[in-house]
């Protein structure tokens, strides 16, 4: 079968090489890919969001299954697309993917539903907005309604903070149209968890737990990016965390979503944060994380297209899903500067380093080929991944493993992982 995958950054990569292992698959297409995606894909130059330009493509080639890797397409309705043209598309339709795409719709719906989350507040109107800032205790979470690159929450210590925080959203709109509306949430500490699942719009099968770092530097300091590492599975996501939200938060969001008429057929990936409460969502993405796609495909047993055919077909529940008995770290070699300003275009030497090695993997986020050589071409640029029999061992491999790769500019933190040293500090239960 010919298979297409929409994207271009290590998610995409680590989909592209899981893809690839399965024998059902002649042949792979990825848009608009990278220079790692191009050893196991065929790149296509069309954007992510040429969503006209993708179903052409699909159309043309017979293409006879195209896997989104990417939000904004899903967002912006590329299932919906690829459905009317009769083509078999994985991903949440437009109406479902409505999830990740309005933080004010997902927190109605879990306000309506009772699924676990932060207490929070709706605003079109900056004036209220600043009035309700006078009112409530802090630190206080502001967040842009729309996608906003994982950029639009902003954590605010003092109510100055955050009547800065309304302005720069909703009056300056740094993010655009993604800050029209925002969501004003009450703050929360604890422990972080990510927990992608793959559903047919009535069957949900979580994948095993994973945690990202979210901070450009070392003790989660320093700006917030797209990901700078993950480790799986998560130490802190024990058995009864795990019971609690499969009957509280997964099943319970896919028969919400269902009920309201907006089936969620795709990989619905629920950020949590163990609170001493109980879990509670942070919020909701529609598709695989990234980076924790790097850490939890590579555990996967399962063929890949086997598990996405069943959630197309509504036969989710005939699939066994597992995972391998290990662990898995990923630790992300970003261009120094990253989240700000950065140089790109900077030769990368090393990747013969990978070739024959099980359980290492060298992920493409940020690449391109320019000739023979393969430079740097955005912030993130690789996904070190490194399986072991534990975290510890894990992540010994992969930081052994980020040492296989130079270029100029190289920066990542040395600290993804070290959580997993201090879980005896943590002693969280939960009661289903
Ligand atoms: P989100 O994009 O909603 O996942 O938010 C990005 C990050 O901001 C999360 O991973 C958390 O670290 C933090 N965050 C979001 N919401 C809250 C909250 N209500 N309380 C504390 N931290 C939060
Ligand atoms: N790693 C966070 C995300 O994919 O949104």
């Given at each position: 079968?010919?298979?297409?995958?929409?994207?271009?950054?290590?998610?995409?990569?680590?989909?592209?090489?899981?893809?690839?292992?399965?024998?059902?698959?002649?042949?792979?297409?990825?848009?608009?890919?990278?220079?790692?995606?191009?050893?196991?894909?065929?790149?296509?130059?069309?954007?992510?969001?040429?969503?006209?330009?993708?179903?052409?493509?699909?159309?043309?080639?017979?293409?006879?299954?195209?896997?989104?890797?990417?939000d904004d397409?899903?967002v912006?309705?590329?299932?919906?697309?690829?459905?009317?043209?009769?083509?078999?598309?994985?991903?949440?339709?437009?109406?479902?993917?409505?999830?990740?795409g309005?933080?004010?719709?997902?927190?109605?719906?879990?306000?309506?539903?009772?699924?676990?989350?932060?207490?929070?507040?709706?605003?079109?109107?900056?004036?209220?907005?600043?009035?309700?800032?006078?009112?409530?205790?802090?630190?206080?979470?502001?967040?842009?309604?729309g996608l906003a690159?994982?950029?639009?929450?902003?954590?605010?210590?003092?109510?100055?903070?955050?009547?800065?925080?309304?302005?720069?959203?909703?009056?300056?709109?740094?993010?655009?149209?993604a800050?029209?509306?925002?969501?004003?949430?009450?703050?929360?500490?604890?422990?972080?968890?990510?927990?992608?699942?793959?559903?047919?719009?009535?069957?949900?099968?979580?994948?095993?737990?994973?945690?990202?770092?979210?901070?450009?530097?070392?003790?989660?300091?320093?700006?917030?990016?797209?990901?700078?590492?993950?480790?799986?599975?998560?130490?802190?996501?024990?058995?009864?965390?795990?019971?609690?939200?499969?009957?509280?938060?997964?099943?319970?969001?896919?028969?919400?979503?269902?009920?309201?008429?907006?089936?969620?057929?795709?990989?619905?990936?629920?950020?949590?944060?163990?609170?001493?409460?109980?879990?509670?969502?942070?919020?909701?993405?529609?598709?695989?994380?990234?980076?924790?796609?790097?850490?939890?495909?590579?555990?996967?047993?399962?063929?890949?297209?086997?598990?996405?055919?069943?959630?197309?077909?509504?036969?989710?529940?005939?699939?066994?899903?597992?995972?391998?008995?290990?662990?898995?770290?990923?630790?992300?070699?970003?261009?120094?500067?990253?989240?700000?300003?950065?140089?790109?275009?900077?030769?990368?030497?090393?990747?013969?380093?990978?070739?024959?090695?099980?359980?290492?993997?060298?992920?493409?986020?940020?690449?391109?080929?320019?000739?023979?050589?393969?430079?740097?071409?955005?912030?993130?640029?690789?996904?070190?991944?490194?399986?072991?029999?534990?975290?510890?061992?894990?992540?010994?491999?992969?930081?052994?493993?980020?040492?296989?790769?130079?270029?100029?500019?190289?920066?990542?933190?040395?600290?993804?992982?070290?959580?997993?040293?201090?879980?005896?500090?943590?002693?969280?239960?939960?009661?289903?």
């Amino acid at each position: 079968m010919k298979v297409l995958i929409v994207g271009s950054g290590g998610r995409e990569h680590a989909i592209a090489w899981k893809v690839s292992q399965s024998p059902k698959v002649d042949k792979i297409y990825c848009a608009p890919g990278n220079a790692g995606i191009g050893q196991v894909a065929d790149c296509v130059d069309i954007g992510a969001m040429e969503i006209d330009r993708l179903v052409a493509f699909a159309k043309e080639q017979a293409i006879d299954l195209t896997i989104v890797g990417m939000d904004d397409p899903l967002v912006a309705g590329i299932v919906d697309a690829f459905e009317a043209e009769g083509l078999r598309v994985f991903g949440p339709r437009k109406n479902a993917a409505i999830l990740e795409g309005s933080k004010a719709f997902s927190k109605e719906l879990m306000k309506k539903y009772q699924i676990p989350t932060a207490a929070y507040e709706t605003f079109t109107n900056p004036e209220e907005a600043v009035a309700y800032l006078e009112k409530t205790s802090y630190p206080i979470v502001l967040k842009a309604d729309g996608l906003a690159l994982g950029k639009g929450v902003l954590i605010c210590e003092t109510k100055e903070d955050a009547k800065e925080g309304v302005k720069t959203l909703m009056l300056d709109k740094q993010f655009g149209s993604a800050g029209d509306t925002i969501v004003i949430e009450e703050f929360m500490t604890g422990r972080e968890v990510s927990v992608l699942a793959f559903s047919d719009g009535k069957t949900i099968q979580c994948m095993t737990s994973a945690q990202d770092h979210k901070r450009a530097k070392d003790g989660d300091q320093g700006l917030n990016t797209g990901g700078m590492g993950t480790f799986s599975p998560s130490p802190f996501y024990t058995d009864e965390v795990k019971a609690f939200c499969e009957r509280y938060v997964y099943q319970a969001t896919i028969d919400a979503m269902a009920k309201e008429g907006r089936p969620f057929i795709g990989v619905l990936f629920t950020g949590l944060m163990l609170t001493k409460d109980g879990p509670k969502v942070l919020e909701y993405n529609a598709r695989f994380g990234d980076p924790e796609a790097q850490v939890v495909l590579p555990r996967m047993k399962n063929d890949l297209i086997d598990v996405v055919e069943a959630c197309i077909d509504g036969k989710l529940d005939q699939i066994q899903l597992q995972f391998e008995d290990n662990a898995a770290v990923c630790v992300v070699l970003a261009s120094k500067g990253y989240p700000e300003h950065y140089e790109k275009g900077i030769p990368i030497q090393g990747f013969e380093n990978f070739e024959g090695k099980e359980g290492y993997y060298c992920f493409h986020a940020g690449t391109k080929r320019e000739g023979e050589q393969i430079v740097t071409n955005g912030g993130r640029v690789l996904g070190i991944t490194a399986k072991g029999k534990d975290l510890k061992e894990a992540r010994e491999n992969a930081y052994q493993a980020t040492e296989w790769i130079t270029f100029a500019n190289k920066y990542m933190r040395t600290d993804i992982g070290k959580a997993i040293e201090d879980k005896e500090t943590e002693g969280t239960v939960y009661h289903v």
